[in-house]
């Protein structure tokens, strides 16, 4: 008896062991399905991030390839801005050497000068190289009214050795040259251009091509050399300064051209109104002959009809009348019309 029942305990467990085992094997099958459509979706999720990376990255490559050819690109033009730059520090450092001289910086400045002005003003507004019946010349004037000389200056020596000066002494030396030079050119401009007796102002400009050199003369430590200037009737200007200067006089001398051409039509206007007075008095001349030979005419015609009637009546009595005193009738008749 316990044989059979260990021996249905054992088929049992057999059996339960059999349904056990394909239970696990369907849950391990579908455990394993799962898995597997898990793993394809996360393979595809995977696959798309790793192709939007991708082709982010390519952007980003493609952006930073244009971006690296266009830095070499403006490296390239700043190399070649560089090359003018230094092309053009060695052409200054030419002119600079070429500007050692008094004359040739002299020369330089009236050169400046001349330019300015052309560019400026009309051609018959200025005259290069004016001459005075003393002999000298300055280097230009403005015709206006009168003659505004102006002559130009160009004190660098002394300028640039005050800008380098590193101590005070050094400055003040220098300070002491360059305040020197000014006043010999101030002094020279006014004895020698400012010549009223000759059509000039009572005042000159003296032109300083450098605005460095005309800022030190205003607004340096030597400021008072403006002062001087102005107390000697010379003005100076710079570039800058002189170019608006110039504006101004380009407008007056219109405003002169505009007023001058107001005065010709003007005496024109007068010239016509005395033109049309005496046509108004030969007009009127004419009315009165007109009107005397009209009048005249008038008198005509009726002694005309006056005579018209007596001939007329003379012909109707002519048959009454003997032909001797028709003859002696019509001379009374003609004196009577």
Known sequence: MTTILLVLLAAALALAAVRVLRVLRAELQA??????????????????????????MDRRLETATKTTSAIHQQLGRLGQANAEILARAN?????????????????????????????????????????????????????????????????????????????????????????????????????????PDEGTYDFALMYLPSEGVYYELVGG????????????????????????????IALGLKGMQIEQRAH????????????????????QVVGKHIGNAQSRFAEAEKRLDRLDTKLERAAETEAEIQPGAVAQELPRALDAA
Do not use: C, W
């Open 221 to 248: 430590k030597t400021g008072a050399l403006l002062q001087y200037a102005h107390d000697k009737r010379v003005f100076p200007v710079s570039p800058t300064t002189f170019t608006s200067q110039l504006q101004v």
């Open 91 to 195: 052409d200054l450092k030419k002119l600079e050497q070429a500007l050692r001289p008094p004359k040739a910086r002299g020369g330089f400045g009236e050169l400046l000068l001349g330019n300015l002005l052309r560019d400026r003003l009309p051609q018959g507004a200025y005259e290069l190289q004016y001459g005075f019946r003393t002999g000298e010349r300055v280097d230009a004037v403005i015709r206006v009214e009168r003659l505004v000389p102006i002559d130009a200056k160009f004190p660098l020596d002394n300028f640039e050795r005050l800008a380098d000066a590193e101590t005070d002494d050094e400055r003040l030396l220098h300070e002491r040259a360059f305040s020197r030079d000014l006043r010999n050119h101030v002094d020279a401009i006014a004895q020698k251009y400012i010549r």
């Open 31 to 56: 455990l394993r399905s799962e898995s597997a459509r898990q793993l394809a979706e996360r393979n595809g999720e995977v696959d798309r991030r790793l192709e939007a990376m991708t082709a982010t």
């Open 264 to 283: 010709e039509v003007m005496a024109y206007v007068a010239q016509l109104q005395g033109d049309f007075a005496r046509f108004r008095d030969d007009f």
